[in-house]
């Protein structure tokens, strides 16, 4: 036990903030990527049946790459993340939801994985180094 509590120690430290870059990296990189290829994404939205594309699609843009970099930085972690895990789910449900496609179930499982982290985000904050954290952020 001694072994694993020295091996732990420092582990512990850095594991809430890069486990918030790992989980968030998707997210900004997915909003980043969806500028490049604005009017594919928006068709690709409209053919799964989501209503007014070109429209909502800026505000997934902003929301992905502001949502990732807030929970990156630790800023307001427990309210985006819960937002995020409801996007994730959402998400799932209308782009990921044919299950004859093995590939579109993996996706399906990988946003349930993501919402499942996002989830504990909500039920225990940033950890350390985030910006919640701050005297008087709470």
């Known amino acids: 036990m ?3 509590n020295i091996i732990m120690s420092p582990t512990k430290k850095f594991a809430a903030p890069i486990g918030r870059l790992f989980i968030a990296l998707i997210f900004v990189m997915s909003g980043l990527n969806k500028i490049g290829s604005y009017s594919n994404v928006a068709g690709w939205m409209e053919s799964m049946g989501v209503p007014g594309a070109l429209l909502l699609l800026p505000i997934v843009i902003v929301f992905e790459v502001l949502g990732g970099l807030a929970i990156i930085i630790g ?12 996007f ?6 209308i782009f990921h ?3 004859a496609n093995q590939n579109e179930m ?3 499982m990988k946003n349930l994985a993501l919402s499942g982290g996002f989830l504990v985000l909500v039920a225990h904050g940033g ?9 008087g952020a709470n």
Request: glycine share 6%.
């Open 127 to 135: 950890g350390n180094y985030a910006l919640d954290n701050r005297a």
């Open 106 to 108: 993996m996706h399906f």
């Open 75 to 86: 800023w307001q972690t427990r309210y985006t993340a819960l937002l995020l895990s409801g």
């Open 88 to 93: 994730c789910i959402l998400s799932a449900l």
């Open 2 to 4: 001694l072994i694993l």
């Open 97 to 99: 939801s044919n299950f």
